[in-house]
T-cell receptor
Framework: QKEVEQDPGPLSVPEGAIVSLNCTYS??????FMWYRQYSRKGPELLMY????GNKEDGRFTAQVDKSSKYISLFIRDSQPSDSATYLC?????????FGTGTRLTVIP | NAGVTQTPKFQVLKTGQSMTLQCAQD?????MYWYRQDPGMGLRLIYY???????DKGEVPNGYNVSRLNKREFSLRLESAAPSQTSVYFC?????????????FGDGTRLSIL
């Protein structure tokens, strides 16, 4: 069993929709949780960074962590075609980052 | 504002050839990392360097060597390339190796081994 599980999608939504992306994990030692956005043929770009449980909002993006359920989410409001990318969840322990496999999102104009 | 720079961007090798992937960061970060990204497998850590002068194995180190040349540069070497090493390789850096430090990535080297 992988330490971090992420539905690979793909996910297609119309412009303006609310998008929900999710990951589950098995190791309760994870304390720091991240979402990266990766455009085609580019490197992962840090999008959101949260510590422990709770919500964090940044513009149209909200990251949510539920440590009791070992579940993290990224919500995108008013999705735009420019949001079309692969979204990777990641969580850290010691020196290492553990990544989900990524969810490919397409926002259709 | 370059961040993490990787060279080359693309490379095709024959089985058994060797090559070195280069990575440099200009953010004065102490820690650097090499990952490979394969379909369905996500990003997997090959090696990392917590600070200048130190290197450690990650999840998939077999077939690779690394050198932390100085604080800015961290190279990855394939001594005898195999088709299983066909992948996209990413270098990353962070301020230090603490788990509260996010990593910043380069744009990758796409490597094909025939």
């Amino acid at each position: 069993q992988k330490e971090v599980e992420q539905d690979p999608g793909p996910l297609s939504v119309p412009e303006g929709a609310i998008v929900s992306l999710n990951c589950t994990y098995s190791n309760s030692a994870f304390q720091y949780f991240m979402w990266y956005r990766q455009y085609s043929r580019k490197g992962p770009e840090l999008l959101m960074y949260t510590y422990s449980s709770g919500n964090k909002e940044d513009g149209r993006f909200t990251a949510q962590v539920d440590k009791s359920s070992k579940y993290i989410s990224l919500f995108i409001r008013d999705s735009q075609p420019s949001d079309s990318a692969t979204y990777l969840c990641a969580m850290s322990r010691a020196n290492n980052l553990f990544f989900g496999t990524g969810t490919r999102l397409t926002v259709i104009p | 504002n370059a961040g993490v720079t990787q060279t080359p961007k693309f490379q095709v090798l024959k089985t058994g050839q060797s090559m070195t992937l280069q990575c440099a960061q200009d953010m004065n970060h102490n820690s650097m990392y090499w990952y490979r990204q394969d379909p369905g497998m996500g990003l997997r850590l090959i090696y990392y360097s917590a600070s200048e002068g130190t290197t450690d194995k990650g999840e998939v180190p077999n077939g690779y060597n690394v050198s932390r040349l100085n604080k800015r540069e961290f190279s990855l070497r394939l001594e005898s390339a195999a088709p299983s090493q066909t992948s996209v390789y990413f270098c990353a850096s962070s301020e230090d190796g603490g788990e509260n430090q996010p990593q910043h990535f380069g744009d990758g080297t796409r490597l094909s081994i025939l």
